[in-house]
């Protein structure tokens, strides 16, 4: 299989990456810097997906260059942004946030619309954040929110493909380690998962990776478009 992994290069997307590479997979790799996982199978563009052309030709370069027709992708990489009330969230933070969680996504769905080419299967990496409109969660909660709303409506338009937005659970990433830098007395919702890090409620990233991979089967049984929360599966891969 020929995997597309936005953020590869650390966290639950290096976690996709090794593993998938493990099993045989080939894997494209779209990420700011280089990953340190080195393979013959995988082919790594940096670019920033800040910047919508790069990512055009990126993805040109990776698929007809490297010949490399994606049948799985994951829309992985994100941002955190401030961890702040909205009244304290500038707009160029929410602006920020929202084109990487949100608007580098639809850069690269519609290129592959253009292309006319139809992965069999594309998971967007969303959160519970969505979801739960917890205090001070501001762009980040409506950056994964929208990026559902994405992925619902982008089901339509990919009519043969299956679509996902995934919410992992808490997984142990650099992600998390900016997490536990923020206070839990001025935000309560932090509390559980300063409390999971170093147990089983927050696991590898490679863990995550097996789950999901051992899952894909399963996912496809959900309606295209919907959001799931891995948490909620029976399997722990
Ligand atoms: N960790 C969790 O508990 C958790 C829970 C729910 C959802 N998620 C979601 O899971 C996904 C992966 O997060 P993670 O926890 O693995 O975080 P991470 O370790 O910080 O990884 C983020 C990835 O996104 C890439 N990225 C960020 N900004 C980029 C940009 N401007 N251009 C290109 N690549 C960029 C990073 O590449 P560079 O390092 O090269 O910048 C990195 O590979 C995110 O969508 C996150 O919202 C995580």
Redo the contacts with the bound molecule.
Sequence with gaps: MNVLI????????AGLTKVLLAAGNHVLGL???RGAETHPNLYQEN????NESEVSSALSRLVYEKLKKPDLIFL????LGPIASLQDTKSEELQYVMQ??VWANKVILDWFLNHKLSPAQIIT????AAIRGNFGWSSYALS?STLNMLTQLYAHEFKNSHLLAL?????D????SVLRTKSSSKFPSLKSLHQAHGTAHMPS?ETIAYKIINNLAEFKKLKSGSYFDLRTTKSSG
């Design positions: 936005t953020g590869h290069s650390s966290g639950i997307g990420s700011k810097s670019v920033d997906l800040q992985n990489a994100g941002v990487i969680n990496i969303s959160s519970g994964k919410a992992p659970g808490y997984v990433t650099k992600m998390q990233p």
